[in-house]
């Protein structure tokens, strides 16, 4: 599913809210995935025009198919990076309770196999870490991005969340 606006990212969200510990109990557990995304030529583009990378292994298909051994053009490193974002809004619950949840930053990216324009791509999350502190928690996961069809993911991350509680009550 794309998102497309606040509103149905919350309504997403919102959906997919457990109480602390449930989440508390995602701790080395099963992994979690999202549904199959496309990465078709239209993301590609949108995403060289909103980052002014327009390399012709990402925007030519003639170029591409003729020059590289993709037979095609390939999405972006970092189109595929960005896209843990969206998956994870498809896989990893809510905390009941949360005020908001950010992006803390990364241990690890290794861009492993790239992803050819019109593959279908899901997230693979696995919560490794948890730090509760007094109105946040810190979470730690495994993080994956797979290409349908293929046995190596595009990328493997170490990815940190951050998510803000709302403060209890005095």
Known sequence: MALNSVAETEALLGERMVPPAEYRALLDGEPLFSPWLTVDQTMIDRFAVATHDHQFIHVDPERAKAETPFGGTIAHGFLTLSLLSTLAYEAIP???????????GFDKVRFLNPVKAGARVRGRFRLISLAERAVSLQSGWDAAVEIEGTLKPALSAHWITLTVMTPPES
């Open 94 to 104: 809510g905390v009941r309770g949360m005020r908001m949840g950010m992006n803390y």
